[in-house]
């Protein structure tokens, strides 16, 4: 298993004892409501410790009932996370495709030096070493015949 595979798996054990953990060990019972928002539990408070306290702002919207605000906010979540998701994913293809990239440039600079190598403007022949180069006489077309002396 790799170390991404391993980091992975700790983390989804880790959401899923957050997420569980709360529910078995009875936090929140004896309370009308026991997993209320952040919001609901500060309102209590205030109202507890000053019963004539006015908020200084009222909602922009109310929405009509306690499904219809889990709605909202479950979709607002659902967006979060498909922006989240779309970003971490344009990262992701613009690391490979520059990656790709760069292979590619690398393979084609190696391809074009060999191609220098063996082409001779390294100042070699292009020969290996081993096969003779290619004579005069060959060169300019000729049968093969030796151009020393004519009979």
């Given at each position: 298993?790799?170390?991404?595979?391993?980091?992975?798996?700790?983390?989804?054990?880790?959401?899923?004892?957050?997420?569980?953990?709360?529910?078995?060990?009875?936090?929140?019972?004896?309370?009308?409501?026991?997993?209320?928002?952040?919001?609901?539990?500060?309102?209590?408070?205030?109202t507890?410790?000053?019963?004539?306290?006015?908020?200084?702002?009222?909602?922009?919207?109310?929405?009509?009932?306690?499904?219809?605000?889990?709605?909202?906010?479950?979709?607002?979540?659902?967006?979060?996370?498909?922006?989240?998701?779309?970003?971490?994913?344009?990262?992701?293809?613009r690391?490979?495709?520059?990656?790709a990239?760069?292979?590619?440039?690398?393979?084609?600079?190696?391809?074009?030096a060999?191609?220098?190598?063996?082409?001779?403007?390294?100042g070699?022949?292009?020969?290996?070493?081993?096969?003779?180069?290619?004579?005069?006489?060959?060169?300019?077309?000729s049968?093969?015949?030796s151009?020393?002396?004519?009979?």
């Open positions: 298993m790799s170390k991404n595979t391993k980091v992975n798996l700790l983390l989804l054990l880790l959401v899923a004892a957050l997420a569980v953990l709360p529910l078995a060990l009875g936090m929140g019972e004896g309370k009308e409501e026991p997993f209320t928002g952040a919001d609901a539990q500060a309102e209590a408070a205030i507890e410790l000053k019963p004539d306290y006015e908020p200084w702002f009222s909602p922009l919207y109310e929405p009509p009932s306690g499904e219809v605000e889990s709605a909202l906010f479950a979709l607002q979540a659902a967006i979060g996370a498909g922006v989240l998701a779309y970003y971490f994913g344009l990262r992701r293809g690391r490979q495709g520059a990656a990239a760069a292979a590619a440039s690398t393979a084609e600079g190696s391809a074009r060999t191609a220098d190598r063996s082409d001779g403007s390294d070699s022949d292009g020969s290996d070493g081993f096969a003779p180069a290619t004579t005069a006489g060959s060169a300019a077309g049968t093969g015949t151009t020393g002396t004519e009979s």
